[in-house]
């Protein structure tokens, strides 16, 4: 039996590939894993048959057999290390690829969620305009950084691995700011990894989702 | 050789076991693995040879033989497969206790990074009230389901892992504030694991470059 994630019912992003299910989906793409998908509604997240397999009420989560995990890091880990394909052979290029799965997480993503919650909860704020710069600076020099450290490599390090696939993910919330495209070297990273097939069918598929429910 | 991890030469925690090395040097307390540590100022951190071991100029940098990674939850993950005594032996036990160290970094921390930052950079604000309100309010829904998950177990699933290891070096940041004793099982969680003799040992290795650093 195929492992089966869940997914929002009707995404919060409108089908623009943001939600955390698409990046183990992608994953499951990449290595060739077909999977299966139970949406849920708001409510159903917060219910405790859906608590007992997130513990913070949200998605995605993995099953399969036995086994529930949850945090897309933990399971596009769990994919990598159990098919070939995002993750070098080599033991040493493995640990620093799994290091920037980290950094993609703890590093990157924080102060871009950031930013999206100030855009979303802090609009009407007197001090908006303010705070948005504050984080935003925070963002160009993480930014800054890691356009530095790619420098005209394809990849982060050698070939496209999770590392890259969890850069790329945290990275396209930033969405239609300029802020990727202040550093040309990354919005062509971006670009090079959504057009990779396996981010192609990972897109329709959650896409395909929110066609449906739009039409419901 | 034993690995060497880099650590600040003057941590801006004084002390307090905060700083991200401590949650490496607690794993390898608890597997019982000698370690070296290399210290650095800030403007270490920020000039070239410390940026080829860390795109981002943070410490910890873990570095082995011809091995060189960074992330502090790479680092605690990558000891704790190389040693027992951190993940369980059973396999969906093992990517559970993963799906911990994730979630610490991913669920957790991010709120209380914010809330550090807020009490840091915006306390001479007009809105500073409202703001730290707001990003409190976030950490508490965090905590309340933390809570509920742990109930009166002794450790997150099972034995003492390194996810538990990672969601109380997380939650010890919140330090000094009634957001942890809001939920007396949390405090007594997190009291629990500092009175392990191996976070005590971390502790003290970390508390002796701070006083070092005091008489310097």
Same mark, same amino acid.
């Given at each position: 039996m195929p492992p089966t994630l869940t997914a929002f019912k009707a995404s919060p992003d409108r089908g623009r590939g943001l939600a955390r299910d698409m990046r183990v989906r992608w994953a499951f793409e990449e290595v060739g894993q077909p999977y299966e998908v139970r949406l849920v509604t708001f409510a159903q997240m917060k219910a405790p048959a859906h608590l007992a397999l997130h513990p913070f009420g949200q998605i995605p989560t993995y099953e399969e057999g036995d086994l529930a995990i949850f945090e897309c890091g933990a399971m596009v880990l769990h994919v990598a290390e159990r098919h070939a &394909?995002?993750?070098?052979?080599?033991a040493n290029a493995r640990a620093r690829a799994i290091s920037w799965i980290f950094a993609a997480l703890s590093t990157l993503e924080p102060p871009i969620t950031e930013w999206e919650i100030s855009r979303f909860t802090?609009?009407?704020?007197?001090w908006f305009g303010e705070r948005l710069a504050a984080v935003e600076d925070r963002i160009r020099t993480r930014l800054g950084q890691l356009s530095s450290r790619l &420098? !005209?490599?394809?990849?982060?390090?050698? !070939?496209?691995?999770a590392g890259d696939l969890m850069m790329v993910s945290v990275l396209q919330r930033l969405g239609g700011s300029s802020l990727v495209a202040e550093h040309p070297n990354l919005a062509a990273y971006v670009a090079r990894a959504q057009a990779r097939p396996a981010y192609r069918r990972a897109f329709e598929a959650q896409y395909a989702v929110f066609l449906a429910a739009s039409k419901g």
């Open positions: &394909g995002l993750l070098p052979d080599e802090e609009r009407d704020k007197s &420098g !005209d490599a394809d990849w982060l390090d050698g !070939d496209f691995s």
